[in-house]
């Protein structure tokens, strides 16, 4: 019964920010390495950043780097995705997925959420 909710998309203009929330049940985020995906209509779903289970290593999408950063507060079994300086070509549905492992790819140790949309306008 793990469930991962996303939160914080919206509309943004070009060189604003926001910060996407995952929020995680069913399981404390202690026992999950996380990441942020995102995913544009007719492409497939592309990395974006993640994070281990202590917080200690991060790794980033090289698109996204020096403007993304990624969190997490295990006390509050939320992950955080802060956007800086978004640019037009940032605008998906972002995912968040949390895995017992530290790769995303196999679906029986991957859990994902439902997506949350940002665009933003140029």
């Known amino acids: 019964q793990v469930q991962l909710v996303e939160s914080g998309g919206g509309l943004v203009q070009a060189g604003g920010s926001l910060r996407l929330s995952c929020a995680v049940s069913?399981?404390?985020?202690?026992?999950?390495?996380m990441g942020w995906f995102l995913q544009t209509p007719g492409k497939e779903r592309e990395f974006v950043a993640a994070?281990?289970?202590?917080?200690?290593?991060?790794d980033y999408a090289d698109s996204v780097k020096g403007r993304f950063t990624i969190s997490r507060d295990n006390a509050k079994n939320t992950v955080y995705l802060q956007m800086s300086s978004l640019r037009p070509e940032d605008t998906a549905l972002y995912y968040c997925?949390?895995?017992?492992?530290?790769?995303?790819?196999?679906?029986?140790?991957?859990?994902w959420g439902q997506g949350t949309q940002v665009t933003v306008s140029s």
């Open positions: 997925a949390a895995s017992v492992r530290r790769t995303f790819t196999l679906k029986l140790t991957t859990y």
């Open positions: 069913g399981r404390t985020l202690s026992s999950f390495a």
């Open positions: 994070i281990s289970r202590s917080g200690g290593s991060t």
